[in-house]
């Protein structure tokens, strides 16, 4: 389970990021900075830091960190960023791009710690499986299975947690370019100062930071796919550059006037209303066209409750893999309790659910379980 140490927050703020991340499924602890110390940080092996804008003692600890604070701005964050910061969130702080952010941090550091259990995945047959028969998902694949051959662009539409990422893999897995990188960035996790660098690259002295020329998104993916997620928070003056890119299949990496020819299948992803935020003016409707020449929703779970007995038995089976359980059995009565309940959360909950009762149950799952845990 991974461990993340929250510092410098207001007791509502500590309460409320302490809720969700415990809910996800992260451990958390709280301490006062002047009580943070690497020792302390590597005894207890924490895999990411929750900082407020005092982070200058933080940023030596040797561990990720990420700065939450109630104010900011646009220095701030480019100052944070460059001191190593892998985020920077102001109030209301939202929260799936901060779960985005420690995830990747706890990805990042399992791959670089264990490359051999946690291979990137490159090939169909290793990918992880869309599970569930019920008419809704069924037709998804069959979106994948038409659509994915070509190198038409896709824009996934979905509520959080639907797994838009994994119908994304798929179109890349079955695609031609399934030997290609695929790869991925998260639009609502980098500020909009920052954003043309990380997707275009930059040149050597193009701005203080930049001490060596360094690729961007569209250059990592060419010859493969780009899987823009979250593309409904990207910000006016990103969208523009982005529609350029689209458009004429080339880029420019900032502090150069050289154009760079990419060939890359971009395949977006939001859980916004994309029509709707285009109507409120924050999104280019231009873009939209460009991004939806096939458009594939992805259901709710409440939507497919007849797969949760499925999605139930899987994260069973690699759950108790995960964390070298016995596999236990789960009663009728409790998986129809699952099967009544709302999943906001939608598959994502869902897991963290199982999971969840996987550790605190006894010998099976029961009813009174679900009831007690969920």
């Not at 550091?109 to 869309?130: F, H, S, V």
């Not at 998902?137 to 038409?146: G, T």
């Not at 280019?284 to 992805?298: A, G, T």
């Not at 906001?344 to 845990?373: A, C, F, P, Q, W």
């Amino acid at each position: 389970m991974a461990k993340v140490l929250i510092i410098e927050q207001s007791k509502s703020m500590r309460n409320t990021l302490r809720e969700r991340l415990e809910f996800e499924g992260f451990a958390t602890a709280v301490v006062d900075e002047e009580d943070v110390s690497a020792g302390m940080c590597a005894r207890r092996g924490y895999d990411a830091v929750l900082a407020g804008d005092d982070y200058g003692r933080v940023a030596s600890l040797g561990v990720p960190f990420i700065i939450v604070t109630p104010t900011g701005s646009i220095d701030g964050a480019v100052e944070a960023l460059k001191s190593g910061a892998e985020d920077y969130l102001t109030a209301p702080i939202d929260m799936n791009r901060l779960l985005g952010s420690l995830r990747r941090i706890v990805e990042r550091e399992d791959e670089a710690q264990n490359p051999i259990l946690r291979p990137k995945r490159r090939r169909g047959d290793e990918a992880e499986q869309i599970i569930g028969s019920s008419e809704a998902i069924e037709h998804v694949r069959q979106l994948i299975d038409k659509v994915a051959p070509s190198d038409a662009r896709v824009l996934i539409t979905g509520e959080n947690g639907t797994g838009k990422e994994l119908v994304a893999r798929w179109l890349h897995e079955k695609s031609a370019r399934a030997g290609a990188p695929f790869v991925e960035v998260n639009c609502a996790a980098i500020p909009s100062e920052l954003i043309e660098s990380e997707l275009f690259g930059h040149e050597r002295g193009a701005f203080t930071s930049a001490v060596k020329q360094r690729k961007g998104k569209f250059e990592q993916a060419n010859g493969g796919t780009l899987f823009m997620d979250e593309i409904g928070d990207m910000s006016l003056s990103a969208q523009a550059k982005v529609l350029r890119a689209l458009q004429e299949n080339k880029i420019s990496r900032v502090g150069s006037d050289k154009d760079v020819v990419v060939d890359v299948r971009v395949v977006a992803a939001t859980n916004k209303d994309i029509k709707a935020e285009i109507a409120r003016g924050n999104f280019r409707e231009d873009l939209y066209h460009r991004l939806s020449v096939i458009l594939i929703k992805v259901p709710p779970l409440r939507e497919r409750a007849e797969d949760i007995s499925e999605l139930v038995n899987y994260f069973v089976e690699h759950i108790s893999a995960e964390h070298n359980l016995a596999t236990k059995r789960v009663d009728k009565d409790a998986l129809a309790a699952l099967k009544a309940m709302p999943w906001s959360g939608n598959i994502r909950e869902l897991r963290n659910v199982v999971e969840r009762l996987m550790i605190l149950s006894g010998e099976r799952v029961t009813l009174k379980d679900v009831e007690l845990y969920c």
